[in-house]
């Protein structure tokens, strides 16, 4: 619970279990993040990061476990809940045939309290290829619509899927105060990521997942010292070494 804040964790995910055939993705993952947050998820490929999150947007079910966001299982969760939530995947998952400026102000329609879309895509540098089909925009054009997307409901909880990958400096800059504003609005914000500048800039918490669990979660400072660290790079190689690619 976030002090000050009477509400419980807005995701829970408690000691998950996920296998895809032989191979185990999650092996009792537990993570929390907190509402007015932002939580940084780093971990090596395939740790088992997007796993996490599919599961907790209701896109996976996980073999075992429990998972709470916003009090409710998402899976099967239904449009009131969905309302609430914001996603963006590490695909995107856009329609590829239609323009950022057709398409965000669609989606700002489905629900109940959309932000100013003009404003957020200005932020993004989003008017500047707007009349360009997805299909054809950079993939760092494609992410910042991607993001736009994800946010343009004002979502309670959000779940960013790297998404900073592949942006240029400045819009990354301007991505990291947009998440600080996001959060300081009250919004749990999850962002995995494989940036140790970015986890140590934007997290009030972070989370290391290596093979299917937390091996470490807390503040920066707390996780640092905890591995016996002084910055966090230090503290990631020293809780991912050693274990296989
Ligand atoms: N649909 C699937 N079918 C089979 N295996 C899968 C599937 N989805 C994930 N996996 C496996 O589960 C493990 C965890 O994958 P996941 O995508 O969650 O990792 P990640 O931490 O997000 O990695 P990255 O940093 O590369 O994005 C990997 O070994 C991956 O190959």
Do not use: W
């Amino acid at each position: 619970m976030n002090e000050g804040d009477p509400r419980p964790d807005a995701v829970e995910l408690l000691d998950l279990t996920r296998s895809f055939g032989a191979r185990a993705a999650l092996r009792g993952l537990t993570l929390s993040a907190r509402h007015g947050e932002v939580t940084c998820v780093l971990g090596p490929n395939g740790a088992g990061k997007t796993t996490a999150v599919e599961i907790a947007v209701g896109l996976q079910r996980p073999d075992g476990g429990q998972v709470r966001v916003l009090g409710r299982h998402p899976y099967g969760a239904g449009a009131a809940h969905r309302d609430r939530v914001g996603v963006m995947l590490q695909d995107g998952g856009l329609p590829q045939a239609v323009t950022p400026r057709a398409l965000l102000p669609h989606l700002a329609r489905l629900y109940s309290t959309p932000v100013d879309v003009a404003e957020l895509a200005g932020r993004l540098g989003i008017p500047a290829f707007e009349r360009t089909t997805v299909r054809r925009l950079s993939g760092g054009q494609r992410q910042r619509v991607a993001l736009a997307a994800a946010l343009v409901g004002s979502p309670e909880v959000v779940f960013l899927d790297e998404p900073t990958a592949g942006l240029d400096p400045h819009a990354r800059r301007e991505v990291h105060v947009l998440l600080r504003e996001v959060a300081a609005g009250g919004t749990a914000t999850v962002v995995t990521t494989h940036s140790f500048e970015e986890a140590e800039r934007l997290a009030d918490r972070v989370a290391v997942v290596v093979d299917g669990r937390v091996a470490a979660a807390g503040t920066v400072q707390e996780v640092c010292s905890g591995a016996g660290a002084t910055g966090l790079e230090e503290a990631y190689f020293a809780l991912t070494d050693g274990v296989p690619l």
